[in-house]
C-alpha cells in the first residue's frame, strides 16, 4: 500500500500523487476539508473513509499462483475471466491502458496502475496513460435532454464521471466540461465506453480539437512521476 496512487483535493486545488504515509503528513496541516482520491476509485473519500479503507485493506498474496481467476474489461467491455498468466499475455498486447480496468479476488474493478505486480511484470512506468483526479462538471446534451455528471478523472483520452445514471453504453453526447482546474472550458463529443450500477461511467473524446487536447496534457503531465 506504499504506492504513490493518492490525490488530496483541499480547496478546489488537487495535489498529488503520494503514499499513505505522506498523505497523513499532508492532510495534518491543511485546513479546510480535505478529501482524497486513489487511482482505480470512483468517489473522493473523506480522511475517515480514506483510513478505514488503507485499514481494511489487505494487499493480494500469491497473486500469481492463486486458482482465482481475473476479470478484464477493455473499452467497457467485459472479457471470460482468465488465469494471471494469460492476462499478462493479453495486456502485452495493448498499447493504451486508460480504458482497462481489472478485477480479483471480488476486489471490484480498478485501473490496471493499483496492481503493483502486474505493473512490474508488464515493465511499464505509472506515467503512462495516466488518469488523474480533476474537480469540476459535464453538461451532457443527449437524448434524454440536458443534465450534468460530475467529473472525479481525466486523461487525453476521456473522462471519468459520477451521477452518470442516465447514459447508456454506446450513446455520444455533446459535453461541455468546466473544471477550476482547466484554463479554458472544454467542448467535445463524448462517448460512452461503460457505465457502472452506481452511476460511475468512464467517456472517451471524440473528435478532440489539438487546443482542448493540449490544456488536459498540460493538467496531467502536472501529476507525472518519475
Known amino acids: 500500500m506504499n504506492l504513490k496512487i493518492w490525490f488530496i483535493l483541499n480547496e478546489g486545488q488537487v495535489t498529488g500523487p503520494f503514499n499513505p504515509e505522506e498523505i497523513e503528513s499532508k492532510i495534518a496541516n491543511l485546513s479546510g476539508q480535505p478529501q482524497i482520491w486513489g487511482r482505480g476509485h470512483a468517489e473522493w473519500m473523506t480522511p475517515g473513509k480514506w483510513r478505514q479503507f488503507i485499514k481494511e485493506f489487505h494487499p493480494l498474496k500469491n497473486e500469481t499462483d492463486s486458482q482465482q481467476l481475473w476479470k478484464i474489461r477493455i473499452d467497457g467491455i467485459e472479457k471470460s475471466p482468465m488465469k494471471y498468466s494469460d492476462l499478462i499475455t493479453l495486456l502485452k498486447s495493448i498499447k493504451d491502458f486508460s480504458t482497462v480496468d481489472l478485477s480479483f479476488a471480488d476486489s471490484g474493478w480498478k485501473e490496471i496502475f493499483s496492481f503493483q505486480k502486474i505493473v512490474d511484470d508488464l515493465e511499464i512506468s505509472r506515467r503512462s496513460h495516466p488518469r488523474v483526479p480533476i474537480v469540476g462538471t459535464i453538461v451532457c446534451e443527449s437524448e434524454q435532454g ?81
Open 146 to 226: 440536458e443534465f450534468s455528471c460530475r467529473v472525479i478523472s481525466i486523461s487525453e483520452g476521456g473522462l471519468g464521471i459520477n451521477d452518470a445514471q442516465k447514459l447508456k453504453i454506446g450513446e455520444r453526447f455533446n459535453g461541455t466540461l468546466n473544471s477550476p482546474n482547466l484554463y479554458v472550458t472544454i467542448n467535445s463529443i463524448c462517448e460512452v465506453v461503460y457505465v457502472g450500477a452506481d452511476g460511475y461511467a468512464g467517456v472517451r473524446f471524440v473528435g478532440l480539437t489539438e487546443e482542448f487536447k493540449s490544456s488536459i496534457i498540460e493538467y496531467v503531465n502536472k501529476f507525472a512521476t518519475v
